[in-house]
């Protein structure tokens, strides 16, 4: 029977109110349900504010450096099930294993290192132009902040967002996407198992329609921290900015890698294609064009497709995987459109395109990793995020599309209608 997971509101696991979930899905094997999540509304959402309203004055009161104990022992309780959290990731996000466990390490590096900031917030003397007048900083948290996180780091990102509003004495409604719960789950579970008071860290799953809207717009939160889209960065920054809280705001990206003419081929090469390949091309950091000195363009893309077509795609479960499914259907199909429109554009494709199918490729979205040439700035494979890598070689312009590339920074937010 698969495992259903509950929200987490005032120290209890919860069902949510309409008592409706939803399945979260091994993208690699789409026949398989990794687990049922609570399909919250707003009324839950707002359950979880309210409640993170009422545990902030008491959390606060808690000297930093208590505050930090408990990011502590839930670093050694996530690290002591590491190779579980990362199973459990690769089965829900897609990325290869090693890549799902270096990814839960930075995550207890994250909590190790803000449980110390509890003992480092210092405040800070100012010298005054007064006798006899001593002046001096104290700081103070905001209050209760929402987190709204993506699925493709779908544990780091949420740790490096709560772990440092937790020991500065905020309280915290996290919202993690749809595609990708379960990382965030196993955080919000060893931070109870820590003995964190209740209320402190509150966990919400559901549309974000409904439960990201809801905690933009209540009262009681007075920051929110975005990684997703530009367009839903853009509308909750508005949102946001017209309660006067603060927001701070992660989203998309076109990151172009420059090759010079006196680089290492080999060594430049190897960066292009971790740049590019490395979580499937599904971040937001990822290399999606590569500019290059005419002098070394020849040998170089030569070298680059020869070693992109010796990746070895599939469940990232498996030994020797390098790249993973896209993390769902819709994202494979952005893949496969932009795929399209670069042909249709005119750039020159010189290796991968097409979705990979047969035996264990019909379970799961796979995309062979695909490199264009001839690309003009005005293509939109040049300009836009299509949540791949595309890569434009200057000089004769190359594009680099390895793989799946859904949105790298890709939330469930949905705009409001």
Not at 318 to 332: F, T, Y
Request: with cysteine; proline share 6%.
């Amino acid at each position: 029977m698969t495992e259903v997971f509950r929200n987490y509101i005032a120290g209890e696991w919860r069902e949510c109110l309409s008592k409706k979930t939803f399945p979260n899905t091994n993208p690699a094997r789409n026949d398989e349900t990794v687990g049922l999540f609570q399909a919250s509304g707003a009324e839950d959402a707002k359950q979880a504010c309210d409640v993170a309203h009422e545990a902030q004055p008491r959390w606060a009161a808690l000297p930093a450096p208590r505050r930090g104990e408990y990011l502590f022992r839930a670093a050694e309780l996530i690290e002591a099930r590491l190779a579980k959290i990362a199973e459990d990731m690769t089965r829900e996000e897609g990325k290869t294993l090693p890549e799902a466990k270096g990814e839960v390490k930075r995550a207890v590096n994250i909590l190790r290192y803000f449980g110390g900031e509890g003992a480092r917030q210092f405040s800070y003397q100012i010298p005054s132009e007064r006798e006899n007048v001593f002046c001096y900083t104290l700081r103070k948290p905001l209050g209760v902040l929402g987190l709204i996180t993506p699925w493709n780091f779908p544990i780091a990102i949420p740790v490096w967002k709560l772990a440092p509003a937790l020991v500065a004495g905020n309280t915290v409604v996290i919202k993690p996407a749809s595609l990708a719960p379960m990382s965030a789950y196993r955080v919000v579970e060893a931070l109870h198992e820590a003995g964190i008071p209740p209320g402190v860290i509150n966990y919400v799953t559901g549309s974000g329609g409904d439960v990201g809207t809801t905690i933009i717009e209540h009262p009681a939160v007075r920051a929110i921290s975005f990684t997703g889209s530009c367009n839903v960065g853009d509308s909750i920054y508005e949102r946001a900015t017209r309660r006067r809280i603060r927001v701070q705001l992660e989203m998309g990206g076109k990151n172009p890698t420059v090759v010079l003419a006196d680089s290492d081929i080999d060594y430049a090469v190897d960066i292009l294609v971790n740049g590019a390949f490395f979580s499937t091309g599904q971040k937001c950091t990822a290399c999606s064009r590569a500019v290059i000195e005419e002098p070394i363009y020849d040998a170089l893309v030569d070298l680059l497709v020869a070693k992109t077509r010796q990746l070895k795609v599939g469940d990232g479960m498996e030994p020797g995987i390098e790249i993973g499914p896209a993390v769902d259907a819709n994202q494979l199909q952005t893949v496969l459109d932009y795929i399209a429109i670069g042909k249709q554009e005119g750039a020159k494709l010189l290796c991968g395109g097409k979705r990979l199918t047969g035996g264990k490729y019909d379970l799961g979205y796979f995309v062979e990793p695909t490199i264009f040439s001839d690309v003009t700035p005005d293509m939109r494979i040049a300009q836009e995020e299509y949540s791949g890598r595309s890569w434009r070689c200057s000089a004769r312009k190359t594009s680099v599309m390895p793989c799946a590339w859904p949105t790298p920074c890709a939330s469930d937010y949905q705009l409001p209608s």
